[in-house]
């Protein structure tokens, strides 16, 4: 590690403070620069350990993508269905294959 004389504990406590105290940052960004490396290798570090769960979530959203996609056309189906031109609903459609002279007792 950066720091090779410095414990798990105190590692762990200048991460947690990387993000709110910039005696911390510029102390962090002096050892990374002793070994090589900038401020871009925290953001690469921070995605690599994080992949298996950002997989898991872009798994999830487009799941549901999806499934919104899925209940939009049905929505757009069912207000088809209902916004169809009058005289061609299901009891217009049922009096046609009856026959005008059976529809409900018509003479």
Known sequence: MACADAGDDDIEDLA???FTNKSVRKQVMS???????DEAAIDVEAYRVSMADLAVIERRLTELALR???IFRQIEDYRAGISAPAGSGPRQRMGRDLGDGERGGEA
């Not at 050892?31 to 490396?37: P, S, Y």
Request: proline content about 0%.
């Open 31 to 37: 050892l990374l620069r002793g070994i090589g490396l």
């Open 16 to 18: 947690r403070r990387w």
């Open 68 to 70: 919104r996609d899925k």
